[in-house]
């Protein structure tokens, strides 16, 4: 089983073409509504999952690409998905816009041959992206609709190594209980002060 987490903020249509090409009934699909999109689009998606018993909406909260708050929309879908009790070994995340290249079938057959393997792209953040370290050297708040870049300097967190990668990825289930439950996870959670989970 694959448990998915689409983040739709806008084109609900598109999001209904995206979902009805991903369905199958042996999934689970939890679906977030940017807050910031309105109550038409919250219930123009609510409508449309009605008719799926495999599929929920997460507690809406406004997001803001690139800020802390897509980080915590993920994190809140993966603890949903966990507390669920179903016994899903994949987390796919996607985007109310994307659209898959290959079948249902061919996905699940993928995966089940990486059965407790984990896609996603990290590449050194100091090394590849080093134009980016300001992200993770000074403050950074989410202040209205705007991600705010303070020129104030913070240290890193002892010992670790900034990475930096796609947003988009494929996970393990004991990734993803790792991330939820692990006591060492909460270091990062305090480090970035302004979380709100």
């Known amino acids: 089983m694959i448990a998915y987490l689409i983040l739709v903020h806008r084109y609900p249509n598109q999001f209904k073409r995206l979902f009805r090409a991903i369905y199958h009934s042996a999934n689970y699909y939890l679906v977030h509504v940017d807050k910031r999109s309105g109550v038409g689009l919250q219930t123009e998606i609510q409508d449309f999952l009605s008719g799926f018993p495999n599929a929920s909406l997460l507690k809406s909260k406004s997001v803001l690409w690139g800020g802390y708050s897509l980080i915590d929309v993920e994190l809140r879908g993966i603890k949903e998905l966990l507390k669920m009790g179903l016994k899903w070994e994949f987390f796919i995340n996607l985007s109310g816009q994307d659209f898959p290249l290959k079948s249902q079938a061919h996905i699940q057959d993928f995966l089940n041959r990486n059965i407790g393997k984990d896609f996603i792209k990290v590449v050194s953040q100091s090394k590849f992206r080093p134009d980016t370290l300001s992200r993770v050297q000074n403050y950074t708040i989410e202040f209205g609709n705007r991600i ?37 996870v909460e270091r990062f959670e305090r480090w970035n002060y302004h979380k709100r989970r």
């Open 148 to 184: 705010l870049r303070i020129p104030i300097k913070r240290l890193y967190l002892a010992g670790v190594t900034p990475y930096i990668g796609n947003q988009w990825m494929i996970l393990s289930r004991k990734f993803c209980e790792f991330v939820i439950y692990n006591p060492e």
